[in-house]
């Protein structure tokens, strides 16, 4: 069966750190994989996704990167956070249906 | 511009009764919708889904139904239980098939 990992589960990071948050899917070969943002208030912004090893497509200009290094692997970084950047960040994976999985989320509170 | 609106951000009902969650698009290529459930600090789940061929999809207490017409769907949770109570998010896709989510809707089941 398919699985999907999001860790860490909760991270407090000062304004310009960098950051890693990691995800990986089990069970499944060449899924399309999402990078997903609920901030306070709002609803959930998609951020980046990749239908393959390297291709990332960016929805929203941010301080925010993500990259893809292996087919079932998906990374979002930043090299300096801010205060904006505070979060719910949701990685998701999606194939053939149109239905998504997502993870468990991370919750980033930038102080 | 929000392609995909729900527009009460919270919703009350009484334990047993009827919960109507209602969402509005804009974009009439969308051609499947979507509802997601949602708890604090955990990652959406899959609810209910229905394509834009049928009007109505019930899977056991959940019911969606599409007017295509008035660009609009809903959510019909009968009977609620206190179980129910959660943030509730309608998405809807087509195309390249990335989905697109409402700001969400918290719905507060009363015992």
């Known amino acids: 069966s398919q699985t999907i990992h999001q860790w860490p589960a909760t991270l407090v990071q000062p304004v310009g750190s960098p950051l890693s948050l990691e995800c990986t899917v089990e069970g499944t070969s060449n899924p399309n994989l999402y990078w997903y943002r609920q901030a306070a208030g709002r609803g959930l912004q998609l951020l980046f996704y990749s239908v393959g090893i390297g291709q990332i497509s960016s929805e929203v200009p941010q301080n925010l990167s993500a990259s893809r290094p292996q087919d079932r692997q998906f990374i979002l970084s930043s090299k300096k956070l801010l205060l904006s950047d505070s979060g719910f960040y949701l990685c998701a994976w999606r194939k053939e249906n149109y239905g998504y999985t997502f993870g468990s989320g991370t919750r980033l509170t930038v102080v | 511009d929000q392609q995909v609106k729900q527009n009460s951000p919270s919703l009350s009902v009484q334990e047993g009764r009827i919960s109507i969650l209602n969402c509005d698009y804009t974009n009439s290529m969308f051609d499947y919708f979507l509802w997601y459930k949602k708890y604090p600090a955990e990652g959406p789940t899959f609810l209910i889904s229905?394509?834009?061929?049928?009007d109505k999809n019930e899977d056991g207490r959940f019911t969606v139904f599409l007017n295509k017409s008035a660009k609009h769907l809903s959510l019909h949770i009968v009977p609620s239980q206190p179980g129910d109570s959660a943030v509730y998010f309608c998405?809807?896709?087509?195309?390249?098939?990335?989905?697109?989510f409402g700001k969400g809707t918290k719905l507060s089941v009363k015992p």
């Open positions: 998405a809807a896709g087509g195309g390249q098939g990335n989905l697109i």
């Open positions: 229905i394509s834009s061929i049928k």
